[in-house]
């Protein structure tokens, strides 16, 4: 386990460092694309009561037009209250924090006045700054809250960023975590050869966020070395991602169950083999048929089947389900039933929409 950061309370540190399931929040609006704020507390009651260890709040899910549409503050505000009103449990909650230097430090300094306890900075608008502009941005934003690294993937707008790069990032030291999802395996590798390079392995918790890779990722050691020759096993610990932000309860059995596995040292196979059904899934949630187009009306689609959403709507009506997106959903869940939970959300729906 990564020793505790002293950056956040005791009982956050335990959540984060022990590994945990931490859905990336999505948002809520009516049949108007006003922001609905009955259908938000009710989603977050969902995550809460799936047993969600936290929540990332203002990230690519959450949709980043929410700035634009002057939403950031109200929707983070919103999350953190009513994480604090419905549970008396400790979670990490984390905030989106992206655009240039002077956004992303104005974001991080709202993210910690509402009382969350780390950034998941986003690099993306800074595609065409080179390695010491994008170190010193960093730098400036964790001097105002704790960070959690983010390698996104270059088809919803990521940006490169090699060993060299994660190897001076990790040896910030108000970075506690890293989330990584290029959904590729070599800049997946990279990012660890990064984070022992830096010798900061017990000091970062790492997060997957490789919805293709999820299972695999959370079961398997990664072994590398160092120049010297010093072997160092790796793990991925939990997951930040947007396929956790539907059928929740069903995904925080499944970290359950790769966390205990990875304790014993032995993968059982017919867990290891759930990897197909996960990534099929997410294949038709996240569209990737067409280039991940309705990643994000994917997991509304989900949510407002559920009843858990007003309106299935995005924010840009140009962000919508892709031609035969929701067949592909239809026909996975057919599939997959032990993967849902319909039940779980219908017994609790009306007690979450109070």
């Keep these: 386990m990564p020793f505790l950061p002293s950056e956040l309370p005791a009982p956050v540190a335990r959540i984060l460092s022990a590994g945990t399931v931490i859905p990336a929040h999505p948002l809520a609006l009516d049949a108007e694309r006003r922001f609905d704020e009955r259908h938000m507390r009710a989603l977050t009651r969902y995550y809460l009561d799936a047993g ?66 780390a950034g998941l900075l986003s690099l993306a608008a800074l595609r065409d700054a080179g390695e010491e502009a994008l170190l010193a941005h960093c730098r400036e934003v964790a001097e105002v809250l704790p ?23 990790f040896t910030l030291e108000r970075v506690l975590a890293v989330k990584v999802a290029p959904f590729d395996r070599y800049a997946t590798l990279e990012v660890l050869e990064g984070l022992v390079e830096a010798g900061a392995e017990r000091r970062i918790a790492l997060y997957t966020g490789n919805d293709d890779h999820i299972l695999p990722d959370l079961l398997l050691p990664f072994r590398l070395r160092r120049g010297d020759g010093e072997e160092v096993e790796l793990r991925f610990i939990g997951g930040l ?36 059904a996960v990534t099929g899934m997410n294949a038709a949630l996240f569209d990737v048929a067409n280039g991940f187009a309705g990643c994000i009306a994917g997991i509304q689609q989900v949510l407002w089947r559920q009843g858990l959403l007003a309106s299935p709507l995005c924010l840009d009506p140009n962000e919508r389900l892709s031609p035969g997106q929701v067949e592909a959903i239809d026909r996975v869940r057919r599939l997959w039933p032990e993967l849902l939970d319909d039940g779980f959300v219908a017994a609790n729906r009306a007690r979450w929409l109070a």
Excluded: K, N
């Design 52 to 117: 969600a260890g936290g929540l990332a709040v203002g990230v690519h899910t959450t949709q980043f037009a929410i700035r634009e549409a002057g939403l950031y503050r109200p929707v983070l505000e919103q999350v953190m209250a009513t994480v604090r009103d419905w549970s008396t449990e400790p979670r990490v909650m984390i905030a989106g924090i992206c655009g240039p230097t002077r956004q992303a430090v104005h974001e991080a300094r709202i993210a910690r006045d509402l009382g969350y306890h």
């Design 147 to 169: 960070l959690v690294g983010f390698y996104l993937q270059p088809a919803v707008g990521g940006i490169r960023l090699p060993v060299s790069f994660w190897r001076r990032f």
């Design 241 to 276: 991602l947007g396929h956790w932000a539907v059928w929740t309860e069903r995904a925080v059995d499944l970290h359950r169950r790769c966390r205990e596995a990875a304790a014993r040292g032995a993968v059982p196979a017919d867990l290891l083999g759930l990897d197909a």
